[in-house]
Structure formats: C-alpha cells, structure tokens
T-cell receptor, first 114, second 109 residues
Framework: DAGVIQSPRHEVTEMGQEVTLRCKPI?????LFWYRQTMMRGLELLIY????????DSGMPEDRFSAKMPNASFSTLKIQPSEPRDSAVYFC????????????FGPGTRLTVT | SQQGEEDPQALSIQEGENATMNCSYK?????LQWYRQNSGRGLVHLIL?????REKHSGRLRVTLDTSKKSSSLLITASRAADTASYFC?????????FGRGTSLIVHP
C-alpha cells in the first residue's frame, strides 16, 4: 500500500487566491482527518470524516475553509480566499475505523501564502 | 480539553543514552498514543497504550501510563542518531485526537 497520498507537496500562492489540497487515504480506512501544523499553534485538527460524512468540523478556523469527501478514496481541503496567516503544513491522516485508533499520516502539503 | 502536553520541550543527548519524555493530560481517556515526526515528514505512529494498561513495550520503546496522575512517559533506550525527531503524545476519549506540542529530541552521534 502506498500510504496516505497528498498533493501538492508544496504550494506557494498569493493572498486572495483559492487553494485546494488533496488527499487519498489508505484503501479500506473509513476515517479521515485534516490537520494544520504551525510553530505557534502546533498540530490542530481541522475536520474529521467518517464514511465520507463530516462528523466534526469545529476546528475549521473560518468560513474561508471548506472540506469535502465525495468518495472513500478522495478528500479535498479548500481555502478561498487564502491569507498569509494560512501558511502552514497541512496533513491528511486516515484510520481504519471510527474511534481513536492508530492514524496514518500523509507527507503533508507545505502552503505558503504571500 | 484533553490536550496532552509533552515535557521537556527539547532534549539533547548522546548516542547510546536513554531518552525519557513525559506527557500529561487533563481528562479521562480511552487510550493514549505516541507518534514520531522526522523533520519535513508526517507523523508516524509508535505505540498505543489503553487506559487499562500500565506499561507497554515495542523494541527499544517503553511506554507507561498512570491514569491516576493523568500522565504517560516514553522511554527510548540505547538511543541512536536516527531517533532524532519530534515526539508527540495524542490523547482521545472518543474519536477526536488531541496532540500535544511535542518534545524535540536530538541524539548526537
């Protein structure tokens, strides 16, 4: 198995532009998590999906952030419009079931908004 | 909040020495997990200890859990330069994991 796949690995964009981050979880996993990591705030959970349904999005910072999971093998995190304070590393992780199980993290997308 | 907090924030040791890092949390948990993050990489799961377990081993890793003190420790024995990384504890009561800020470990060859 290739593990969790994220794209792009690096994204540099200008303030005000739309950014879309993509994630392919491990096949067979039915829980998917989006995290944001910064030096200031550490690792923050943004949203959690189970069986493609958003269960908890209380970590999404503002309406500029949205996430979708149209099927079991694909999820997107969109920021529109982007701002410099959105600069961070965004991780996608998946696990095999609902509940607090071992999570498998992708390599992350390093987003820089200028 | 169930957020785990690791201590110390940074640890620097020589190869061959043992490294101990601690995690404290605030509310009851179902289990506690430790992860490693190498620079520029995603987190990698190391070990999970359930709330009814007191100690668990995996290779050179030893994890203890004291639910009465709401704390856990991760011991890495006979450290290697390759163990240089950040180590995070994650606590969870249901399905929402909460990660601490991590301990940055540097092992000097």
């Amino acid at each position: 198995d290739a593990g969790v796949i994220q794209s792009p690995r690096h994204e540099v964009t200008e303030m005000g532009q739309e950014v879309t981050l993509r994630c392919k979880p491990i096949s067979g996993h039915n829980s998917l998590f989006w995290y944001r990591q910064t030096m200031m705030r550490g690792l923050e959970l943004l949203i959690y999906f189970n069986n493609n349904v958003p269960i908890d999005d209380s970590g999404m910072p503002e309406d500029r952030f949205s996430a979708k999971m149209p099927n079991a093998s694909f999820s997107t995190l969109k920021i529109q419009p982007s701002e410099p304070r959105d600069s961070a590393v965004y991780f996608c992780a998946s696990s095999w079931d609902r509940g607090f199980h071992e999570q498998y993290f992708g390599p992350g997308t390093r987003l820089t908004v200028t | 909040s169930q957020q785990g907090e690791e201590d110390p924030q940074a640890l620097s040791i020589q190869e061959g020495e043992n490294a101990t890092m601690n995690c404290s949390y605030k509310t009851s948990i179902n289990n506690l997990q430790w992860y490693r993050q190498n620079s520029g990489r995603g987190l990698v799961h190391l070990i999970l200890i359930r709330s009814n377990e007191r100690e668990k081993h995996s290779g050179r890793l030893r994890v203890t859990l004291d639910t009465s003190k709401k704390s856990s420790s991760l011991l890495i024995t006979a450290s290697r330069a390759a163990d240089t990384a950040s180590y995070f504890c994650a606590t969870g009561g249901s399905y929402i994991p909460t990660f601490g800020r991590g301990t940055s470990l540097i092992v000097h060859p």
